[in-house]
């Protein structure tokens, strides 16, 4: 049985129950794996084939990861590598990066409104090592890409960039659906966040309620478009995010995708360190 067959039998409801982010991540884990089927609590024991019965085999889970995770680090690896011989003082301008004399093998610039310190041999966010070495390969990969000139404002869904047909239902999964789900019904807590890791209003001729340009890095900005549920005449919350013409010469489709999916992910995470917040002027700095 592969992945697609056995999440059939999953509730396909992305609860997290099972301790993975999507039940897709689950059902992979469970046929490739080992891992034990009923990690889910939703799925019925007599629909399961008989292999997949006995507990799983955590051993060959934690293979799956490790697998994944040296072939992450193999990649950032490849790409620190390209990023050794590029000329940092000429690629700040293209970059929309910062670079100082003082430091000449180091590019500074912005990831979802954290500080960045990118050089030769290290990368820190934050003042601190990034861990993570997906954020690695995205931060590492836009500067490998070399930059182009600045975005244009011309915006484009993913189904309007090349060969981006199987992305646009990752992109809905990892971060629209789960942006318009989160903040239904609160679309000023939504403006808010957004402002915080650097969003501007967009264009005022768009209708959404809520229309946010957020530079997820300087040269890769999201426009962000959320409609608030509408109970009255049917309509759920919906997000759109929408891409610059030329984003791809910043960034492929994969590292676009993810870097939405980051965005989903900072916004919950700066709500959830002020869980209670109530904006107004009279909120300490770090609720903003």
Not at 24 to 42: D, E, N, Q, S, Y
Not at 196 to 202: F, I, K, T
């Amino acid at each position: 049985m592969n992945p697609l067959e056995f999440v059939v039998l999953t509730p396909k409801s992305n609860c997290g129950r099972c301790g993975h982010p999507t039940c897709l991540a689950f059902a992979v884990a469970v046929t490739k794996g080992g891992a034990a089927a009923t990690g889910c609590p939703f799925v019925d024991p007599k629909s399961l084939p008989a292999e997949f019965v006995q507990e799983g085999n955590m051993e060959g889970l934690q293979a799956v990861d490790r697998g994944q995770e040296e072939r992450d680090m193999a990649l950032v690896a490849h790409l620190k590598s390209k990023v050794q011989g590029l000329d940092f003082s000429r690629l700040a301008v293209r970059l929309g990066a910062e670079w100082i004399p003082d430091c000449p093998d180091e590019l500074r610039f912005s990831y979802l409104g954290r500080p960045v310190v990118l050089g030769r041999t290290h990368l820190q966010v934050d003042g601190r090592q990034l861990v993570d070495p997906r954020d690695q390969i995205l931060i590492y990969n836009y500067v490998a890409f070399g930059g182009g000139d600045p975005p244009q404002g011309i915006w484009v869904g993913m189904e309007s960039l090349p060969n981006s047909i199987s992305k646009v239902r990752t992109l809905a999964t990892y971060c629209e659906q789960r942006i318009s789900t989160h903040f239904c019904g609160r679309p000023k807590v939504l403006e808010e966040l957004c402002r915080q890791v650097g969003g501007d209003l967009g264009p005022s001729e768009q209708s959404a309620d809520v229309g946010m340009i957020i530079p997820v890095l300087p040269f890769v900005p999201l426009y962000l478009l959320f409609w608030d549920e509408d109970p009255e005449d049917g309509f759920d919350a919906r997000v759109k995010v929408l891409f610059d013409q030329e984003v791809m010469d910043f960034l492929d489709l994969e590292s676009l995708v993810f870097a939405a999916e980051r965005l989903a992910d900072r916004l919950a995470e700066l709500e959830s360190s002020c869980p209670k917040m109530v904006f107004s002027p009279d909120l300490p700095e770090s609720c903003r």
